[in-house]
């Protein structure tokens, strides 16, 4: 199976060993890939379908890593090389500066690591950027364009998202505590592990996302949609859920939500059981 599973590293990878980040974000989703296979022999599988499904789950991340490929030259914006057309190069020492708080595109731009803490941007471009560990924090970013992007363990937290676009996006270990995601678009997203707690979700779609192991708790859910999305192992305590939409959501899969102490308007825990699942514990219908 080891053997399979760098079969596919390599080949998703093929081109792209020089640029920055590229071997942290291997070793990253080596591991991903490997739990998902273990996860998929565990729920009955036989190897061969295992690994077809495991290399299956790869397709959105092997979009994403070809824009990188085609339009990012080698360690671009790390080394003073010219940036791609139309496009911001990150500065020395992962500090921001004026000029980039300025700037707007940063389309397929390795920025991996830089402090973007506390800047303001409408519309801000970073559709297919390769944003492995970097910080958002407080930042405003209404209408930002995060398609595509790669922002695992992205931090977030208290950053105004309003009407963004991370559709595609893979945010694995982010964290979006406190942050405004009024509006804001996830379709497809992979999106296991991102932390949510206390985020504002009025109108947020999750749509397609997965959301394994994603922490809810505390939030307020106004309007959202979950529709075919996994919410295997998500964690929803302590919330209050108005209009809640989770249609096509397999049962199982709400079956192993905490719902501990979250409050649901009738409609949502209708639409809920509608779903073929059990009624959850520890829910009460306002």
Known sequence: MTDQIDALLNDLFAGLDDLPGVADLRHEIGVDLRERFADLMESGLD??????????????????????????????????????????????GNEPGPGLAAASNF????????????????????????????????ASLPRAQFKQALLRRVVFDG??????????????????????????????GNLRGMDLRTATLVGTQFKYCSLRGVVFDGNRLEGVAFDAADLTGASMRQCVLNQVSFR?????????IAFEDTVMDRLTYTQLLSTGAKPPNGVTVA
């Open 47 to 92: 190897q061969e379908a295992a690994l077809a499904a495991t290399a299956e789950s790869v397709g959105d991340l092997r979009q994403m890593l070809e824009h990188l490929g085609d339009d990012v030259p080698a360690a671009q914006g790390q080394t003073g090389e010219k940036a791609a057309p139309g496009a911001a190069s990150a500065p020395p």
């Open 107 to 138: 389309r397929a731009v390795p920025l991996k690591g830089v402090d973007f803490r506390g800047i303001a941007m409408v519309g801000a471009d970073f559709r297919r950027s390769l944003l492995v560990g970097s910080d958002f924090g407080g």
């Open 159 to 188: 950053a105004d998202l309003t009407e963004a676009d991370f559709s595609a996006a893979d945010a694995t270990g982010a964290s979006f505590a406190n942050a405004n995601l009024t509006n804001v678009r996830w379709h497809t």
């Open 248 to 256: 096509h959501v397999a049962k199982r899969a709400i079956a192993s």
